[in-house]
């Protein structure tokens, strides 16, 4: 009986340390993921994009399609998002309850305000897992993007 106590427990902190493992400052910006290396969180493998490379995108009329993940994503969403970006609560992402381009090749970037990028990487996996492989979760998300003063809008969708 103590040995289940023991292994529950084990498995709640291995859970909750899993939240808060940092990750290495690299960018990797392809549309590939990163190589598979057994010492990464699954979110580490999730391509990475700037903030000066999205807005460049944006700039240029790119065929691209913003995700906004924030946890309190609706009311976060009117108070402010990145420019064109549509609000898609993670769990209608991992339920399956939002509809992804059909285009497996399309652009998608998920952006959120956690530490690590963890809400967008999530939301990531789920597309690359699908088939998707042009993929990618904004580093730093909506806190660097307004850090650096990029544009920003207010309101519903």
């Known amino acids: ?43 580490e493998r999730v391509p990475r994009i700037t903030v000066d490379e999205l807005l460049q995108k944006i700039n240029s ?18 108070e402010g998002h ?16 939002w509809t992804a381009p059909a ?6 970037i998920f952006y959120c305000s956690c530490p690590n990028d963890k809400t967008s990487a999530r939301a990531a996996l789920e597309l690359i897992g699908k088939g998707y492989m042009n993929v990618k979760a904004l580093k730093g998300g909506y806190n660097a993007w307004t850090e650096a003063g990029y544009p920003v ?3 519903a969708k």
């Open 61 to 78: 009329g790119s065929d691209i399609i913003i995700v906004d993940t924030r946890l309190d994503v609706e009311q976060q969403y009117k």
């Open 1 to 43: 009986m103590n040995y289940r106590y023991l292994f529950a427990s084990l498995l709640v902190l291995l859970t909750l340390s899993a939240c808060t493992v940092g990750t290495d400052n690299s960018t990797h910006t392809t549309s590939e993921p990163p190589s598979s290396d057994t010492a990464q969180m699954p979110s």
């Open 103 to 108: 285009d497996l090749g399309k652009e998608v």
């Open 82 to 97: 990145i420019t064109g970006a549509i609000a898609v609560p993670l769990s209608n992402i991992t339920e399956g309850q």
């Open 153 to 155: 809008e207010a309101g």
